[in-house]
């Protein structure tokens, strides 16, 4: 794990192979208002990044995420919005 990448919207971290937690682990493990980049395993996720932002321009966290090496990929992730609940946006669509 390293440590936080700071773009002009965005702070990452990203993780070589991925963590797994329980979905409803969440929160516990990353707090309210985080967004993730996860593989999806069905109840579990392998989270490969967490991203910080303050979301003060939309469009541009939506850029900086796409600045992400791992985003760059042929594999397919999902963002994860921690908070009430997990709400996931394909990357694909970003």
Do not use: H, W
Request: net charge negative.
């Amino acid at each position: 794990m390293g440590d936080f990448v700071r773009t002009r919207y965005i702070e990452y971290k990203t993780f070589k192979r991925g963590r797994i937690y329980a979905k409803k682990e969440l929160v516990e493990a990353f707090d309210d208002g985080r967004l993730l980049i996860c593989k999806d395993l069905g109840d579990k996720v392998r989270v490969i990044a967490i991203i910080k932002t303050e979301f003060t321009d939309p469009e541009g966290v939506v850029e900086d995420i796409k600045k992400i090496p791992i985003c760059s990929s042929d594999e397919e992730f999902e963002i994860y919005y921690v908070g009430q609940a997990c709400v996931t946006y394909g990357l694909s669509s970003i």
